[in-house]
């Protein structure tokens, strides 16, 4: 294997892929094929909550490797991880949010609950939110609250307005031919903006007004990272769909959305298979999913994102820091300009530190590093941080 046929051979995203020649990947660290450490405050795109590779979670998939992988599609076969993971997370949410369907991505289970909203209400308006982000999938894609980066592939799904987040003016859009308003709990690609002024609460308001469904994305903030199993627990608003991904099985591919039975079941009557999915609830990674929540909901790493926040936003004082958004272990330290959150991304991954961007915003750098992730490690990456930021000269990205 060589970089070069990474180039030749698989498909590209970006014309400048970081390109990190991966061995293997252990805890908060990756390491690449010259035997360098790069510590992660990535986690894979806040996939891998337990970090790499966790012990709990390899075990629940060896185990489960041992016993059966895929026997039949979603949604016919009675299967202990998929039923197990379900009844836990049913436990742990409001009593609305009792029934769960496994798929395979975040995108998906967006797909999934925008149909479902749709046949649950028999409108077809959907409102989402500038600068928003579901996936990439057709449907999620149309959800997508910047026109330049989706108007190449139009035309996408019809009837689908926008409201700005966080604008309470805006809400009079919503109404009674609205089936569902699509929200990040959090912000992510628009640089993890959080609701301010009760807005969720004001948004579940105005749905129960006019009969529209709330759907929350909670793909990215999920599963602890805010320091609540799920975001929207801070902002006193229960959604009728929630829609997770990301997290939720610690780095294997994986998604759901989760909705009362009444809601749910119109998607297997009148027509029958309303939503399928060959590989939906894969025991594996269904293993691997109650592995993760057992872990994050029986430890005290939930109650710990806050105080490594705390710790991050201690650190993470610099004139070229502008603020820091976000919450938990979600955050965007904004930078003066683009400049700069470019120098600091590419002069990290050199010094062995792994930032990323944020989709829609420009001046800001990810960091949501896994929830296991020590304080000695934050110390660490943030002192490489604060040391880069020292060295920028204007005009010194290469
Ligand atoms: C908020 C949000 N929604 C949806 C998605 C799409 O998930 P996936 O990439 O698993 O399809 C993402 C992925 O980045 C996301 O952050």
Same mark, same amino acid.
């Given at each position: 294997m060589s970089k070069k046929d990474f180039f030749t051979y698989q498909a590209q995203t970006t014309p400048h892929p970081l390109a990190l020649e991966v061995s293997h990947a252990k805890g908060s660290y990756v390491y690449d094929t010259d035997g360098n450490a790069h510590l992660d405050f990535v986690a894979g795109v806040s996939a891998c909550s337990l970090g790499h590779c966790h012990p709990k979670v390899v075990g629940a998939i060896k185990a489960q490797l041992d016993e059966y992988m895929h026997v039949m599609v979603y949604g016919e076969y009675v299967q202990k991880p998929a039923v197990e993971f379900s009844k836990l997370l049913s436990s742990l949410l409001p009593s609305n949010l009792n029934t769960t369907y496994l798929v395979n991505s975040g995108t998906e289970a967006m797909e999934g609950a925008l149909k479902l909203a749709r046949r649950h209400t028999g409108r077809s308006e959907i409102i989402a939110a500038k600068n928003a982000y579901h996936g990439n999938t057709m449907g999620s894609l149309s959800l997508m609250g910047l026109e330049e980066r989706k108007s190449p592939f139009r035309p996408l799904i019809p009837d689908i307005r926008f409201v700005q987040f966080n604008n309470e003016e805006d809400l009079i859009k919503i109404t009674e031919k609205t089936a569902a308003v699509v929200l990040e709990t959090i912000q992510g690609g628009a640089g993890f903006i959080v609701p301010k002024n009760d807005y969720l609460e004001k948004v579940r308001a105005r749905c129960n007004k006019v009969g529209a469904l709330l759907i929350l994305d909670?793909?990215?903030? #999920?599963? #602890?990272?805010? #320091?609540?199993?799920?975001?929207f627990e801070h902002y006193n608003c229960t959604p009728d769909i929630l829609v997770i991904g990301k997290g939720m099985a610690s780095g294997l591919p994986v998604g759901a959305f989760v909705a009362s039975k009444q809601i749910m079941a119109d998607l297997k009557d009148n027509p029958k298979l309303g939503h399928i999915t060959t590989f939906g609830g894969n025991p594996v990674i269904a293993a691997a999913s109650l592995a993760t929540l057992k872990e994050i909901t029986e430890t005290d790493l939930i109650h710990q994102t806050l105080a490594k926040e705390k710790l991050f936003r201690k650190l993470l004082k610099h004139p070229l820091i502008k603020e820091i958004r976000g919450k938990g272990l979600m955050l965007a330290p904004i930078m003066q300009n683009e400049d700069v959150a470019d120098y600091l991304i590419l002069e990290a991954a050199k010094k062995g530190l792994i930032l990323f961007w944020l989709l829609f915003e420009p001046k800001a750098v990810r960091i949501s590093p896994p929830l296991t992730i020590s304080m000695k490690e934050i110390e660490e990456g943030c002192d490489h941080i604060i040391s880069i930021l020292n060295g920028y000269r204007p005009n010194t990205v290469n």
């Open positions: 909670e793909i990215q903030p #999920g599963f #602890g990272r805010t #320091g609540k199993l799920f975001a």
